[in-house]
T-cell receptor, first 115, second 114 residues
Framework: GAGVSQSPRYKVAKRGQDVALRCDPISGHVSLFWYQQALGQGPEFLTYFQNEAQLDKSGLPSDRFFAERPEGSVSTLKIQRTQQEDSAVYLC?????????????FGSGTRLTVV | GNSVTQMEGPVTLSEEAFLTINCTYTATGYPSLFWYVQYPGEGLQLLLKATKADDKGSNKGFEATYRKETTSFHLEKGSVQVSDSAVYFCALSDLYNQGGKLIFGQGTELSVKP
């Protein structure tokens, strides 16, 4: 596609519910990043994939967060047993190159609200 | 660790006013520096970048110069327009030490009044 597509655009989850957020990167983009953006804050790094390999997951806040990219294209961020502090916008970004921030394209994000 | 600090908002200006949004960084390596912009209801867009000391990034009338001696990357525009109203994020990326992930400041909201 022409851009990075994220779905759903909005998600309301009851506390304790599991959620899955999808990212469709630009076709052929090797690198894929997930970020979490709390209200009024800058995005914070969660995890990074190069093709299907998850090379860095140091930003995942707890073991309730899990990300995968099994075929090196679409990625899913899963949050188990959601808590109120998980409420945020989750951003996905992709780039053509294997490393480097020069060519990132961001999606519009999924706004998760945990009630 | 690496970090970015930017001036707090909101910043409210009249159309055609001069804009400065301050950004300073802390980094152990040789980062690339970026300004991203987030318009209401839209995703983050790269505004400009600089990859080494003394480089000047520019786009759409915005400029920022990579100052290693002051560890700064202040965003400037000579004459803002109402359409520049958005949230601006300063960010760094240290390719060799952190694999290219972006570290963002907290964002500065700009509101330009007609």
């Amino acid at each position: 596609g022409a851009g990075v597509s994220q779905s759903p655009r909005y998600k309301v989850a009851k506390r304790g519910q599991d959620v899955a957020l999808r990212c469709d990167p630009i076709s052929g983009h090797v690198s894929l990043f997930w970020y979490q953006q709390a209200l009024g804050q800058g995005p914070e790094f969660l995890t990074y994939f190069q093709n299907e390999a998850q090379l860095d997951k140091s930003g995942l806040p707890s073991d309730r967060f899990f990300a995968e990219r099994p075929e090196g294209s679409v990625s899913t961020l899963k949050i188990q047993r959601t808590q109120q502090e998980d409420s945020a916008v989750y951003l996905c970004a992709s780039s053509h190159g294997g490393q480097g921030a020069d060519g990132y394209t961001f999606g519009s994000g999924t706004r998760l609200t945990v009630v | 660790g690496n970090s970015v600090t930017q001036m707090e908002g909101p910043v409210t200006l009249s159309e055609e006013a001069f804009l400065t949004i301050n950004c300073t960084y802390t980094a152990t390596g040789y980062p690339s520096l970026f300004w991203y912009v987030q318009y209401p209801g839209e995703g983050l867009q790269l505004l400009l970048k600089a990859t080494k000391a003394d480089d000047k990034g520019s786009n759409k009338g915005f400029e920022a110069t990579y100052r290693k001696e002051t560890t700064s990357f202040h965003l400037e525009k000579g004459s803002v327009q109402v359409s520049d109203s958005a949230v601006y994020f300063c960010a760094l990326s240290d390719l060799y030490n952190q694999g290219g992930k972006l570290i963002f400041g907290q964002g500065t909201e700009l509101s330009v009044k007609p």
